[in-house]
């Protein structure tokens, strides 16, 4: 049973352009999300997180909002670099276990 | 360089055989974390060691086992392998049980089963 979804495997956006992934849950217990950002040959670096006492994280150009009721959390990135490509990763966690459930990411692209 | 150090990077082995992979985790750190990433999966979590104990774990088969020790690095020890153990294998640390940033991983490592 996948806790954390991400149903979009790829996303191809322009340069200069808004990039927005989505991620699902289904554990109304989650209470802390982040997202990843991984390169090839790489393992995945934090880009950000929010808690769920809030509904929007914002850092630069990247956003991250959550809708709980919903059991769903997105990232916008805007503008788009082509230095943003990348598989981003979701991930969802009961605050104080810190065991981290991963979605099986998303690949953006960004055509230059 | 994250600071956390997995070695080795790339490993082919044949299927029945035993593999260990290590982990160092990032300085001051306390915690290790070990991920499974198959083809088309996201990061499947193993296993959770805080300052040598274990502390959670998750869909680890009973073929893995893991430990941590006192200088504070991990290994993964995969044993019996099968065809199906063939995936990347990621390590993460984390001060304390974990923290508000996350985790931070390493690069991996990238097994082969033959």
């Known amino acids: 049973d996948q806790q954390v979804k991400q149903n979009s495997p790829s996303l191809s956006v322009q340069e200069g352009r808004i990039s927005i992934l989505n991620c699902d849950y289904t554990n109304s217990m989650f209470d802390y999300f982040l997202w990843y950002k991984k390169y090839p040959a790489e393992g995945p670096t934090f880009l950000i997180s929010i808690s769920s006492i809030k509904d929007k994280n914002e850092d630069g150009r990247f956003t991250v909002f959550l809708n709980k009721s919903a059991k769903h959390l997105s990232l916008h990135i805007v503008p788009s670099q082509p230095g943003d490509s990348a598989v981003y990763f979701c991930?969802?966690?009961?605050?104080?276990?810190?065991?981290?459930?991963f979605g099986t990411g998303t690949r953006l692209k960004v055509l230059a | 360089d994250s600071g956390v150090t997995q070695t080795p990077k790339h490993l082919i082995t044949a299927t029945g055989q035993r593999v260990t992979l290590r982990c160092s985790p990032r300085s001051g750190d306390l915690s290790v974390y070990w991920y499974q990433q198959s083809l088309d999966q996201g990061l499947q979590f193993l296993i959770h060691y805080y300052n040598g104990e274990e502390r959670a774990k998750g869909n680890i088969l009973e073929r893995f086992s893991a430990q941590q020790f006192p200088d504070l690095h991990s290994e993964l020890n995969l044993s019996s392998l099968e065809l199906g153990d063939s995936a990347l294998y990621f390590c993460?640390?984390?001060?304390?049980?974990?923290?508000?940033?996350?985790?931070?991983f390493g690069s991996g490592t990238r097994l082969t089963v033959v």
């Open positions: 993460a640390s984390s001060v304390g049980t974990g923290s508000s940033y996350g985790y931070t």
């Open positions: 991930a969802a966690a009961v605050s104080g276990t810190y065991k981290y459930i």
